[in-house]
């Protein structure tokens, strides 16, 4: 494991809501995963914590949890989400890095990381951290882009790509922009404390001239139907995993009562809080309250 950090792709002043997904052609992208995070999603919960919240473009489908934490790197993309939710009791807007999550052990029940495992050029560290925040028996909803889809298979055997999508190791085929093998994955899940209950394979007709031609309530449609194939191959350019948290010799010590957030700098749990930030009461840090949203990214 590195001990330099590894590099962070930051969205921060991006219009990634409005170019890609509202003007950019993705409806059926986005209406396979709802279909996915509908099925896997369990049907009630306390305190869900949604990684790489973005936006907020998935973060209304988590209606069944009182509350939900929406983790981002960006500022300005929770500003966003902020602007589409509103600000209540319900929505925490936390501004803080994957790879050193400021939150105390064991406080989640379920979380969720959609379209963002495929920017970590480390994603094993944060998986361990994902487990470290999370319940005993929670649910964790991963999605990632799979090397060994049939587009890439095809470009592997015509020679019109260099790496082979079925060799285990993570390929970057631009910059922070990461495709994994569903072995090498499951493998991390498992090592990080996890167990699989259910595969589901996305975005089977990914396909420009399709998307142009076929209406998307039917490609959406077949898609719904295709997902359920994912138990047995995975071979589309996303997949959807479930498992729960497993392993009684990696429990950590639950949070104290009351405790939330933990200190980035010197892993304490206890803060002194005014309107405008939150002081760490053993190194001194302070990390600041920007319109309702901690900042933990310690710029």
Known sequence: MSEEHPPICDYEGSDYQTSFWDQG????????????????????????????A???RNTSR??????????????????????????SGRYIYVAGDVYSMPFVDALFDA???????HHLAEASRVLAQIRR??????????????????KAILRY??????????TPEQVEFAPLNFDFHPKTVRAWLSEAGFEINRQLTVSHFRIGLLK?????????????IAQFTGNWWQLTPSVFVKSKTVGQDIILSYAKAGAFFRCPSCENDEFAENPEALICVSCGSTWPIVDGIYDFRGK
């Open 25 to 52: 052609g993705r409806a059926y992208e986005d209406q396979v995963e709802a279909v996915a995070l509908h099925r896997l999603l369990p049907p009630s919960g306390e305190l869900l914590l949604e990684l790489g």
């Open 54 to 56: 973005g936006a907020g």
């Open 62 to 87: 988590y209606r069944g949890f009182k509350r939900v934490v929406l983790l981002d790197y960006s500022l300005t993309q929770l500003q966003q989400a902020q602007e589409r939710l509103g600000k």
């Open 111 to 117: 979380a969720t990381m959609i379209r963002v495992l």
């Open 133 to 150: 925040v999370l319940k005993q028996q929670s649910t964790f909803i991963l999605e990632f882009a799979s090397k060994q889809n049939l």
């Open 157 to 166: 055997f015509l020679r019109q790509q260099d790496w082979s999508p079925f």
């Open 212 to 224: 142009r031609l076929i209406p998307t309530k039917i490609l959406v449609a077949l898609d719904s």
